[in-house]
């Protein structure tokens, strides 16, 4: 059964970046696109190199969306469902994500 797990404070995330957390087991980048409570949360993973790099890519935003390019060859990353501009067959999974009292809460 999926349920929300506090990982951080928004104030720790700063506007415009992205954090790590390990959330049941799974690394778990959570994006702040803005200076508002609005999270994304999608693995950390990246399916190329199997490395754990996408929280420390930069996020875009292209036709309306919000992606994430992976610090490695930029391959870009929908953050709200982990689909691959590039290859959706590498795409990531994403997770439901909130803000709840200030709390930074991922559903795993």
């Not at 702040?32 to 693995?43: F, G, L, N």
């Not at 490395?51 to 309306?64: D, F, Y």
């Not at 990353?77 to 990531?92: A, N, Q, W």
Request: net charge negative; proline share 5%; aromatic share 8%.
């Amino acid at each position: 059964m999926s349920q929300w797990n506090t990982v951080c404070n928004i104030n720790d995330i700063i506007p415009a970046t992205g954090v790590c957390a390990l959330v049941k087991g799974q690394q778990v980048a959570i994006f702040r696109p803005r200076h508002d409570d609005h999270v994304y949360a999608i693995s950390n993973i990246d399916p190329f190199f199997e490395s754990s790099v996408l929280s420390r890519g930069l996020i875009a935003e292209h036709q309306g969306e919000l992606w994430v390019a992976s610090p490695l060859k930029k391959q870009h990353f929908r953050l709200r469902d982990g689909v691959c501009m590039e290859d959706e067959s590498r795409s990531v999974p994403h997770f439901d994500a909130r803000v709840k009292d200030g709390e930074v809460q991922i559903k795993a």
